[in-house]
């Protein structure tokens, strides 16, 4: 498996891409140097500087007819990724 998973499409991280700066959950094991050489393969872009955090799964319940059920969503390892001015990373070209 890659080190890249998938790209971020949220709202926030969509307010970033204005700044030059764009989501992505990662490899919880990949480290930024990794997570650099791959967001620069992959997009052709020149990366400035990463921020990684690793988001703690949330505990989740619902009621059934059967009872309560309780479990959690997985942890994931985010990484916010500046790329150099003028370069810009267009996720739905391949649409």
Do not use: C, W
Request: aromatic content about 8%.
């Amino acid at each position: 498996m890659g080190v890249i998973v998938k790209p971020l499409v949220t709202e926030k991280a969509s307010a970033l891409n204005e700044h030059g700066k764009y989501g992505f959950i990662v490899s919880k094991k990949a480290n930024k140097v990794q997570i650099k050489k791959e967001v620069e393969k992959t997009y052709g872009v020149t990366v400035e500087s990463i921020n990684t955090m690793v988001q703690p799964g949330k505990s989740k319940s619902r009621y059934t007819k059967s009872g309560i059920i309780e479990g959690r969503t997985p942890s994931y390892k985010k990484a916010i990724v500046k790329v150099a001015d003028g370069d810009i990373i267009d996720f739905y070209s391949g649409i």
